[in-house]
């Protein structure tokens, strides 16, 4: 794994977690497991992360960092369709590419109070909410979405897709057309009056 601007503790604790968390999930993953892949005492993860939905979320911040480089500047300089493009072409391909954080995911939807393990990191939807006010506010897209279910819905089309049909996707063809079907469906569902 790529050494990130961490301490060595909490880079040992973050890979341990990854494995764990990956393999078995928010819940079946205790403390002591991730102590004990870790070769540390359970006490230092404690001293490094409030709790375990704290380091889900860390390890969560330090895979995407491992794999992808986030540009938020990149987010902000560009017209609707652009974006759309942008965060669904790199959302689809982050997922094909790496399906440990697709795996994550899933895993973080399978909880009773998943809501706890979302966001924290660069690549979380909560980041396009204030973009998605800002096209309203200038009368780009409707004000009748909220903003939340914008972000919702390209999340899950995305995630879905690659659950339900990853096989589809194994030509490089296929997943151009539906990641351009995805843009076209919400661009025009964002900007049509009705």
């Known amino acids: 794994m790529l050494k990130l601007d961490v301490h060595p503790t909490q880079q040992q604790i973050m890979q341990a977690a990854s494995q764990l968390f990956i393999e078995q999930g928010f819940s079946a993953t205790s403390i002591s497991q991730i102590a004990k892949l870790a070769g540390i005492n359970q006490s230092l993860i404690y001293h490094h992360f409030a709790n375990k939905a704290d380091?889900?979320?860390?390890?969560?911040?330090?895979l995407l960092k491992q794999v992808v480089d986030w540009q938020e500047t990149e987010l902000k300089s560009q017209d609707l369709r652009s974006f759309l493009s942008y965060i669904i072409t790199r959302r689809f391909k982050l997922y094909k590419n790496h399906p440990e954080l697709l795996r994550l995911i899933h895993w973080?939807?399978?909880?009773v109070d998943g809501a706890q393990l979302q966001g924290g990191n660069m690549a979380s939807p909560e980041h396009w909410d204030g973009l998605w006010q800002q096209w309203q506010e200038q009368g780009v897209i409707k004000r009748s979405i909220q903003p939340r279910m914008?972000?919702?819905?390209?999340?899950?089309?995305?995630?879905?897709?690659?659950?339900?049909?990853?096989g589809l996707f194994e030509q490089p063809k296929q997943a151009e057309m539906y990641i351009n079907f995805l843009v076209d469906g919400v661009y025009t569902a964002l900007t049509q009056a009705g």
């Open 55 to 62: 380091l889900w979320k860390a390890v969560k911040s330090y």
């Open 108 to 111: 973080q939807r399978l909880e």
């Open 150 to 166: 914008i972000s919702l819905l390209i999340a899950s089309a995305v995630t879905g897709a690659l659950t339900d049909q990853p």
